[in-house]
């Protein structure tokens, strides 16, 4: 499916010309994200070397695969497996807007194609919101390790649906490998650690990481270096450092990832923390 190379944010309208924004994001596992709207396309039959995630958020897609006729809803989760042909146009007269995220074949295992060939289509709610907010993580530049975070709970809830096994997943007591993969986010703060880098060196599965972090620390690892990066950007603030050097210092990718984060934890823009002076002293007798 080709298409301009654009980063996201156009706005839609029925009828008009494709609005079409594809990249490949820094992230292991993924080899193109695919942002569209279309209105009178039609895709002939095709094929891809990789796994097609795809979400529809208005509209609805109809296709063919395997010869048989399938629709993708906006309610639910479209996984076509690599090289198998498929086809797709508008189910309406209005078109269709859709979000892809197309993953290495290795991603999941190749016996599983056979299964994704007989149920295409997922109703999962649950997976639905995962997948929409991988695709937030990566449309944002310096989200790497919260977008590695959530396509490794994607790809084991996909792995579960394929095998018909769809449920919770338990998540053993694991501390110690909780407080080992903190010890290495401590250590690298600034350059940050890929998951599958943190999962190699700490002998774990990528998503078993994730969850253990989050049930020990009550966040998912991507959250907690965010905060470390705060606090350190709020030192080099009160040392007086201007906010576009602290965000490179402080391990932000630019001065808008660093005023994303800082206001949402702080709750202030860089900018407003520091003021010259304090303020005035209370009142002598006045409770704090």
């Known amino acids: 499916m080709a298409g301009t190379t654009s980063r996201p944010g156009g706005t839609d309208s029925p009828r008009s010309s494709p609005e079409i924004h594809a990249w490949r994001p820094p992230v292991a596992g993924v080899s193109e994200v695919f942002h569209a709207r279309f209105t009178d396309h039609a895709y002939p039959m095709h094929a891809h070397a990789t796994w097609t995630l795809l979400i529809v958020d208005d509209g609805m897609v109809r296709y063919d695969l395997d010869r048989h006729e399938h629709g993708a809803p906006r309610d639910l989760v479209t996984l076509l497996p690599p090289h198998v042909p498929h086809n797709g146009t508008a189910a309406t007269a209005r078109g269709f807007r859709k979000r892809v995220v197309y993953l290495d074949a290795g991603q999941l295992s190749e016996r599983l194609i056979g299964m994704a060939v007989d149920r295409p289509e997922l109703d999962d709610p649950v997976l639905r919101e995962r997948v929409s907010l991988l695709h937030t993580a990566l449309t944002l530049p310096g989200e790497e390790l919260e977008a590695e975070s959530r396509l490794a709970l994607i790809r084991e809830r996909l792995e579960q649906h394929l095998h018909r096994a769809v449920g919770p997943v338990p998540v053993p007591l694991d501390r110690g490998l909780a407080h080992r993969l903190r010890e290495l986010l401590d250590a690298r703060t600034l350059e940050g650690v890929p998951l599958g880098e943190a999962a190699g060196l700490l002998h774990a599965h990528p998503a078993h990481l994730v969850r253990v972090f989050s049930r020990e620390f009550g966040m998912p690892p991507h959250q907690y270096l965010t905060t470390r990066r705060v606090d350190l950007a709020r030192r ?43 303020p005035a002293p209370a009142p002598a007798g006045v409770a704090p």
């Open 236 to 278: 080099l603030l009160l040392d007086g450092k201007p906010p576009p050097e602290v965000a490179t210092a402080a391990g932000f990718y630019d001065q808008s990832h660093l005023n994303r984060h800082f206001k949402r934890v702080v709750g202030v823009s860089p900018g407003r923390y520091v003021r010259p002076g304090r």
